[in-house]
């Protein structure tokens, strides 16, 4: 079994649709970060968080620390946000990565 | 902004020969991680390394690894004879403290024929 879980794979909406990106993770975490990759393959860091939620621009992450569970949500979506988004457990010196949601947004 | 950079980009190796993939962190970053994505696979992680010394390192960090910060600014993962199965993307990635946030270079893509 995985230690970090995401869903869905792969997601699929309309420019200016609201989304949502589910991360689970059965492993004691000390942070939980949100990752963006483009097609280039470059990683950027979206957030990090180990309590409550954090909010920039469009972008809000959500962590239930009691659950193991993580969201990323994207407000009005745009074709830009194109990319896949990756969900990573941090605990001591590791990071443990989800396999990641590959979201399209179409015009 | 600070960045962490990565060169080569891309680098092409014959099987059996070593590479060094380079990193340089953000300057005033303590903690260093690399990283691999194979096509179409999640990141893995290989190692972290803290005050000059490695901190913590996965089952893929094998005796054909290692990896060094020879002069305070670069950080370096060598691979002595690699193998068609080390062909991937390998991240390299800084971070201030432990429980800050990570920034990640560019990525080197690795093609070993």
């Known amino acids: 079994k995985n230690e970090v879980e995401q869903s869905p794979q792969n997601l699929t909406a309309q420019e200016g649709e609201f989304i949502t990106i589910n991360c689970s993770y059965s492993?004691?975490?000390?942070?939980l970060h949100w990752l963006q990759q483009h097609p280039g393959g470059g990683i950027v860091s979206l957030f990090m968080?180990?309590?409550g939620k954090k909010k920039h621009g469009r972008l809000i992450a959500t962590i239930n620390i009691q659950e193991k569970h993580s969201s990323l949500h994207i407000t009005a979506s745009h074709p830009r946000d194109s990319a896949v988004y990756i969900c990573?457990?941090?605990?001591?010196?590791?990071?443990?990565f989800g396999a990641g949601t590959r979201l399209t947004v179409k015009p | 902004e600070p960045e962490v950079t990565q060169t080569p980009s891309h680098q092409v190796t014959q099987m059996g020969q070593e590479v060094i993939l380079r990193c340089v962190p953000i300057?005033?970053?303590?903690?260093f991680y690399w990283y691999r994505q194979i096509l179409g696979q999640k990141v893995e992680f290989l190692v972290s390394?803290?005050?000059?010394?490695?901190?913590?390192k996965s089952e893929i960090f094998d005796d054909q690894f290692s990896v060094e910060r020879p002069d305070g600014s670069n950080f370096t993962l060598k691979i002595r004879s690699t193998k068609l199965e080390d062909s991937a993307m390998y991240f390299c990635?800084?971070?201030?403290?432990?429980?800050?946030?990570?920034?990640f270079g560019q990525g080197t893509r690795l093609t070993v024929v």
């Open positions: 990635a800084s971070r201030w403290d432990r429980d800050t946030e990570a920034f």
């Open positions: 492993v004691g975490i000390s942070a």
């Open positions: 968080l180990s309590s």
């Open positions: 990573a457990a941090s605990s001591n010196n590791d990071m443990r």
């Open positions: 300057s005033n970053h303590l903690y």
């Open positions: 390394f803290y005050n000059n010394e490695i901190s913590e």
